[in-house]
C-alpha cells in the first residue's frame, strides 16, 4: 500500500525534477557502495595486486583458522571495526582506495599475534613475525609506493590489537569491543546453512 502511494507520488513529478531527483538518489547510493567496494580495489592488475593478493589470501586464512577459529562473527567484527577507522582516517589523509591498507592490518594483527614465528623475506632477511608489517612497508617504499597506506593499515591493526588483546589484559582493563548479538545470531545462521 505504501508503496504504490510512494510510487504514484514519484510518477507524477515533472520528468526533469524526477530525472535530476532520482541522479541523486542513485549517485548517493553509489557512494554508500563505494564505502564497502574501496576495501576490494588494489589497482590494475600488475606485481603489487598480484603480491597483494598472495598477502591477503595468507594472512586473512590464517587469521581465520588461527585465532579467530569458531568465531566467524568476531572476525567479521574485526573487518567491520577495521574498515570503519580507515574509511574515518582515510579521509584524513585523502585515501579513496583502501584495500593495501586492510591487508596491511591483517598482516599486523596476525604478526603481533604470533610474535615468535620466525620469518624470511625472498631469502634475504629473517625476522620475527611482528616485524613483518614494517619490512613490507619498506619493500613498499623501495618499489617508490607512497607508505601511507601502509602506515594506515598498521595504526588501525594497532588500534584494534590493544583494545582486543592489551588493554583487557591490564590491571583494571576492560573489554572494550565487543562483537554485536546481532552479528553473533547472522554468524549462526549462516553457518548452520553452510553446514
Known sequence: MAYQSLRLEYLQIPPVSRAYTTACVLTTAAVI?????????FGPVGF??????IFLYRYCRMLEEGSFRGRTADF???????????????LFVSLVFLGQAFTI?????????????????????????PFLPW????????????????????????????LED???????GIRI?????ILRSFALVIQAGVQ
Not at 33 to 41: D, E, G, H, S
Not at 76 to 90: E, P, R, S, Y
Not at 177 to 181: A, D
Open 33 to 41: 557502495w563505494r564505502l564497502i567496494t574501496n576495501f576490494l580495489f
Open 48 to 53: 603489487n595486486f598480484l603480491f597483494n593478493m
Open 166 to 172: 592489551v588493554f583487557p589484559n591490564q590491571p583494571g
Open 76 to 90: 567479521v567484527f574485526m573487518f567491520l571495526f577495521g574498515g570503519f577507522l580507515m574509511t574515518l582516517f582515510g
Open 135 to 162: 619490512v613490507l612497508m619498506g619493500f613498499s617504499l623501495l618499489l617508490g609506493n607512497s607508505i601511507i597506506v601502509d602506515l594506515l593499515g598498521i595504526a588501525v591493526g594497532h588500534i584494534y590489537f590493544f
Open 105 to 129: 592490518m591483517l598482516v599486523y594483527v596476525w604478526s603481533r599475534r604470533n610474535p615468535y614465528v620466525r620469518m624470511n623475506f625472498f631469502g634475504l632477511l629473517n625476522f620475527q613475525a
Open 177 to 181: 569491543l565487543k562483537t554485536p548479538s
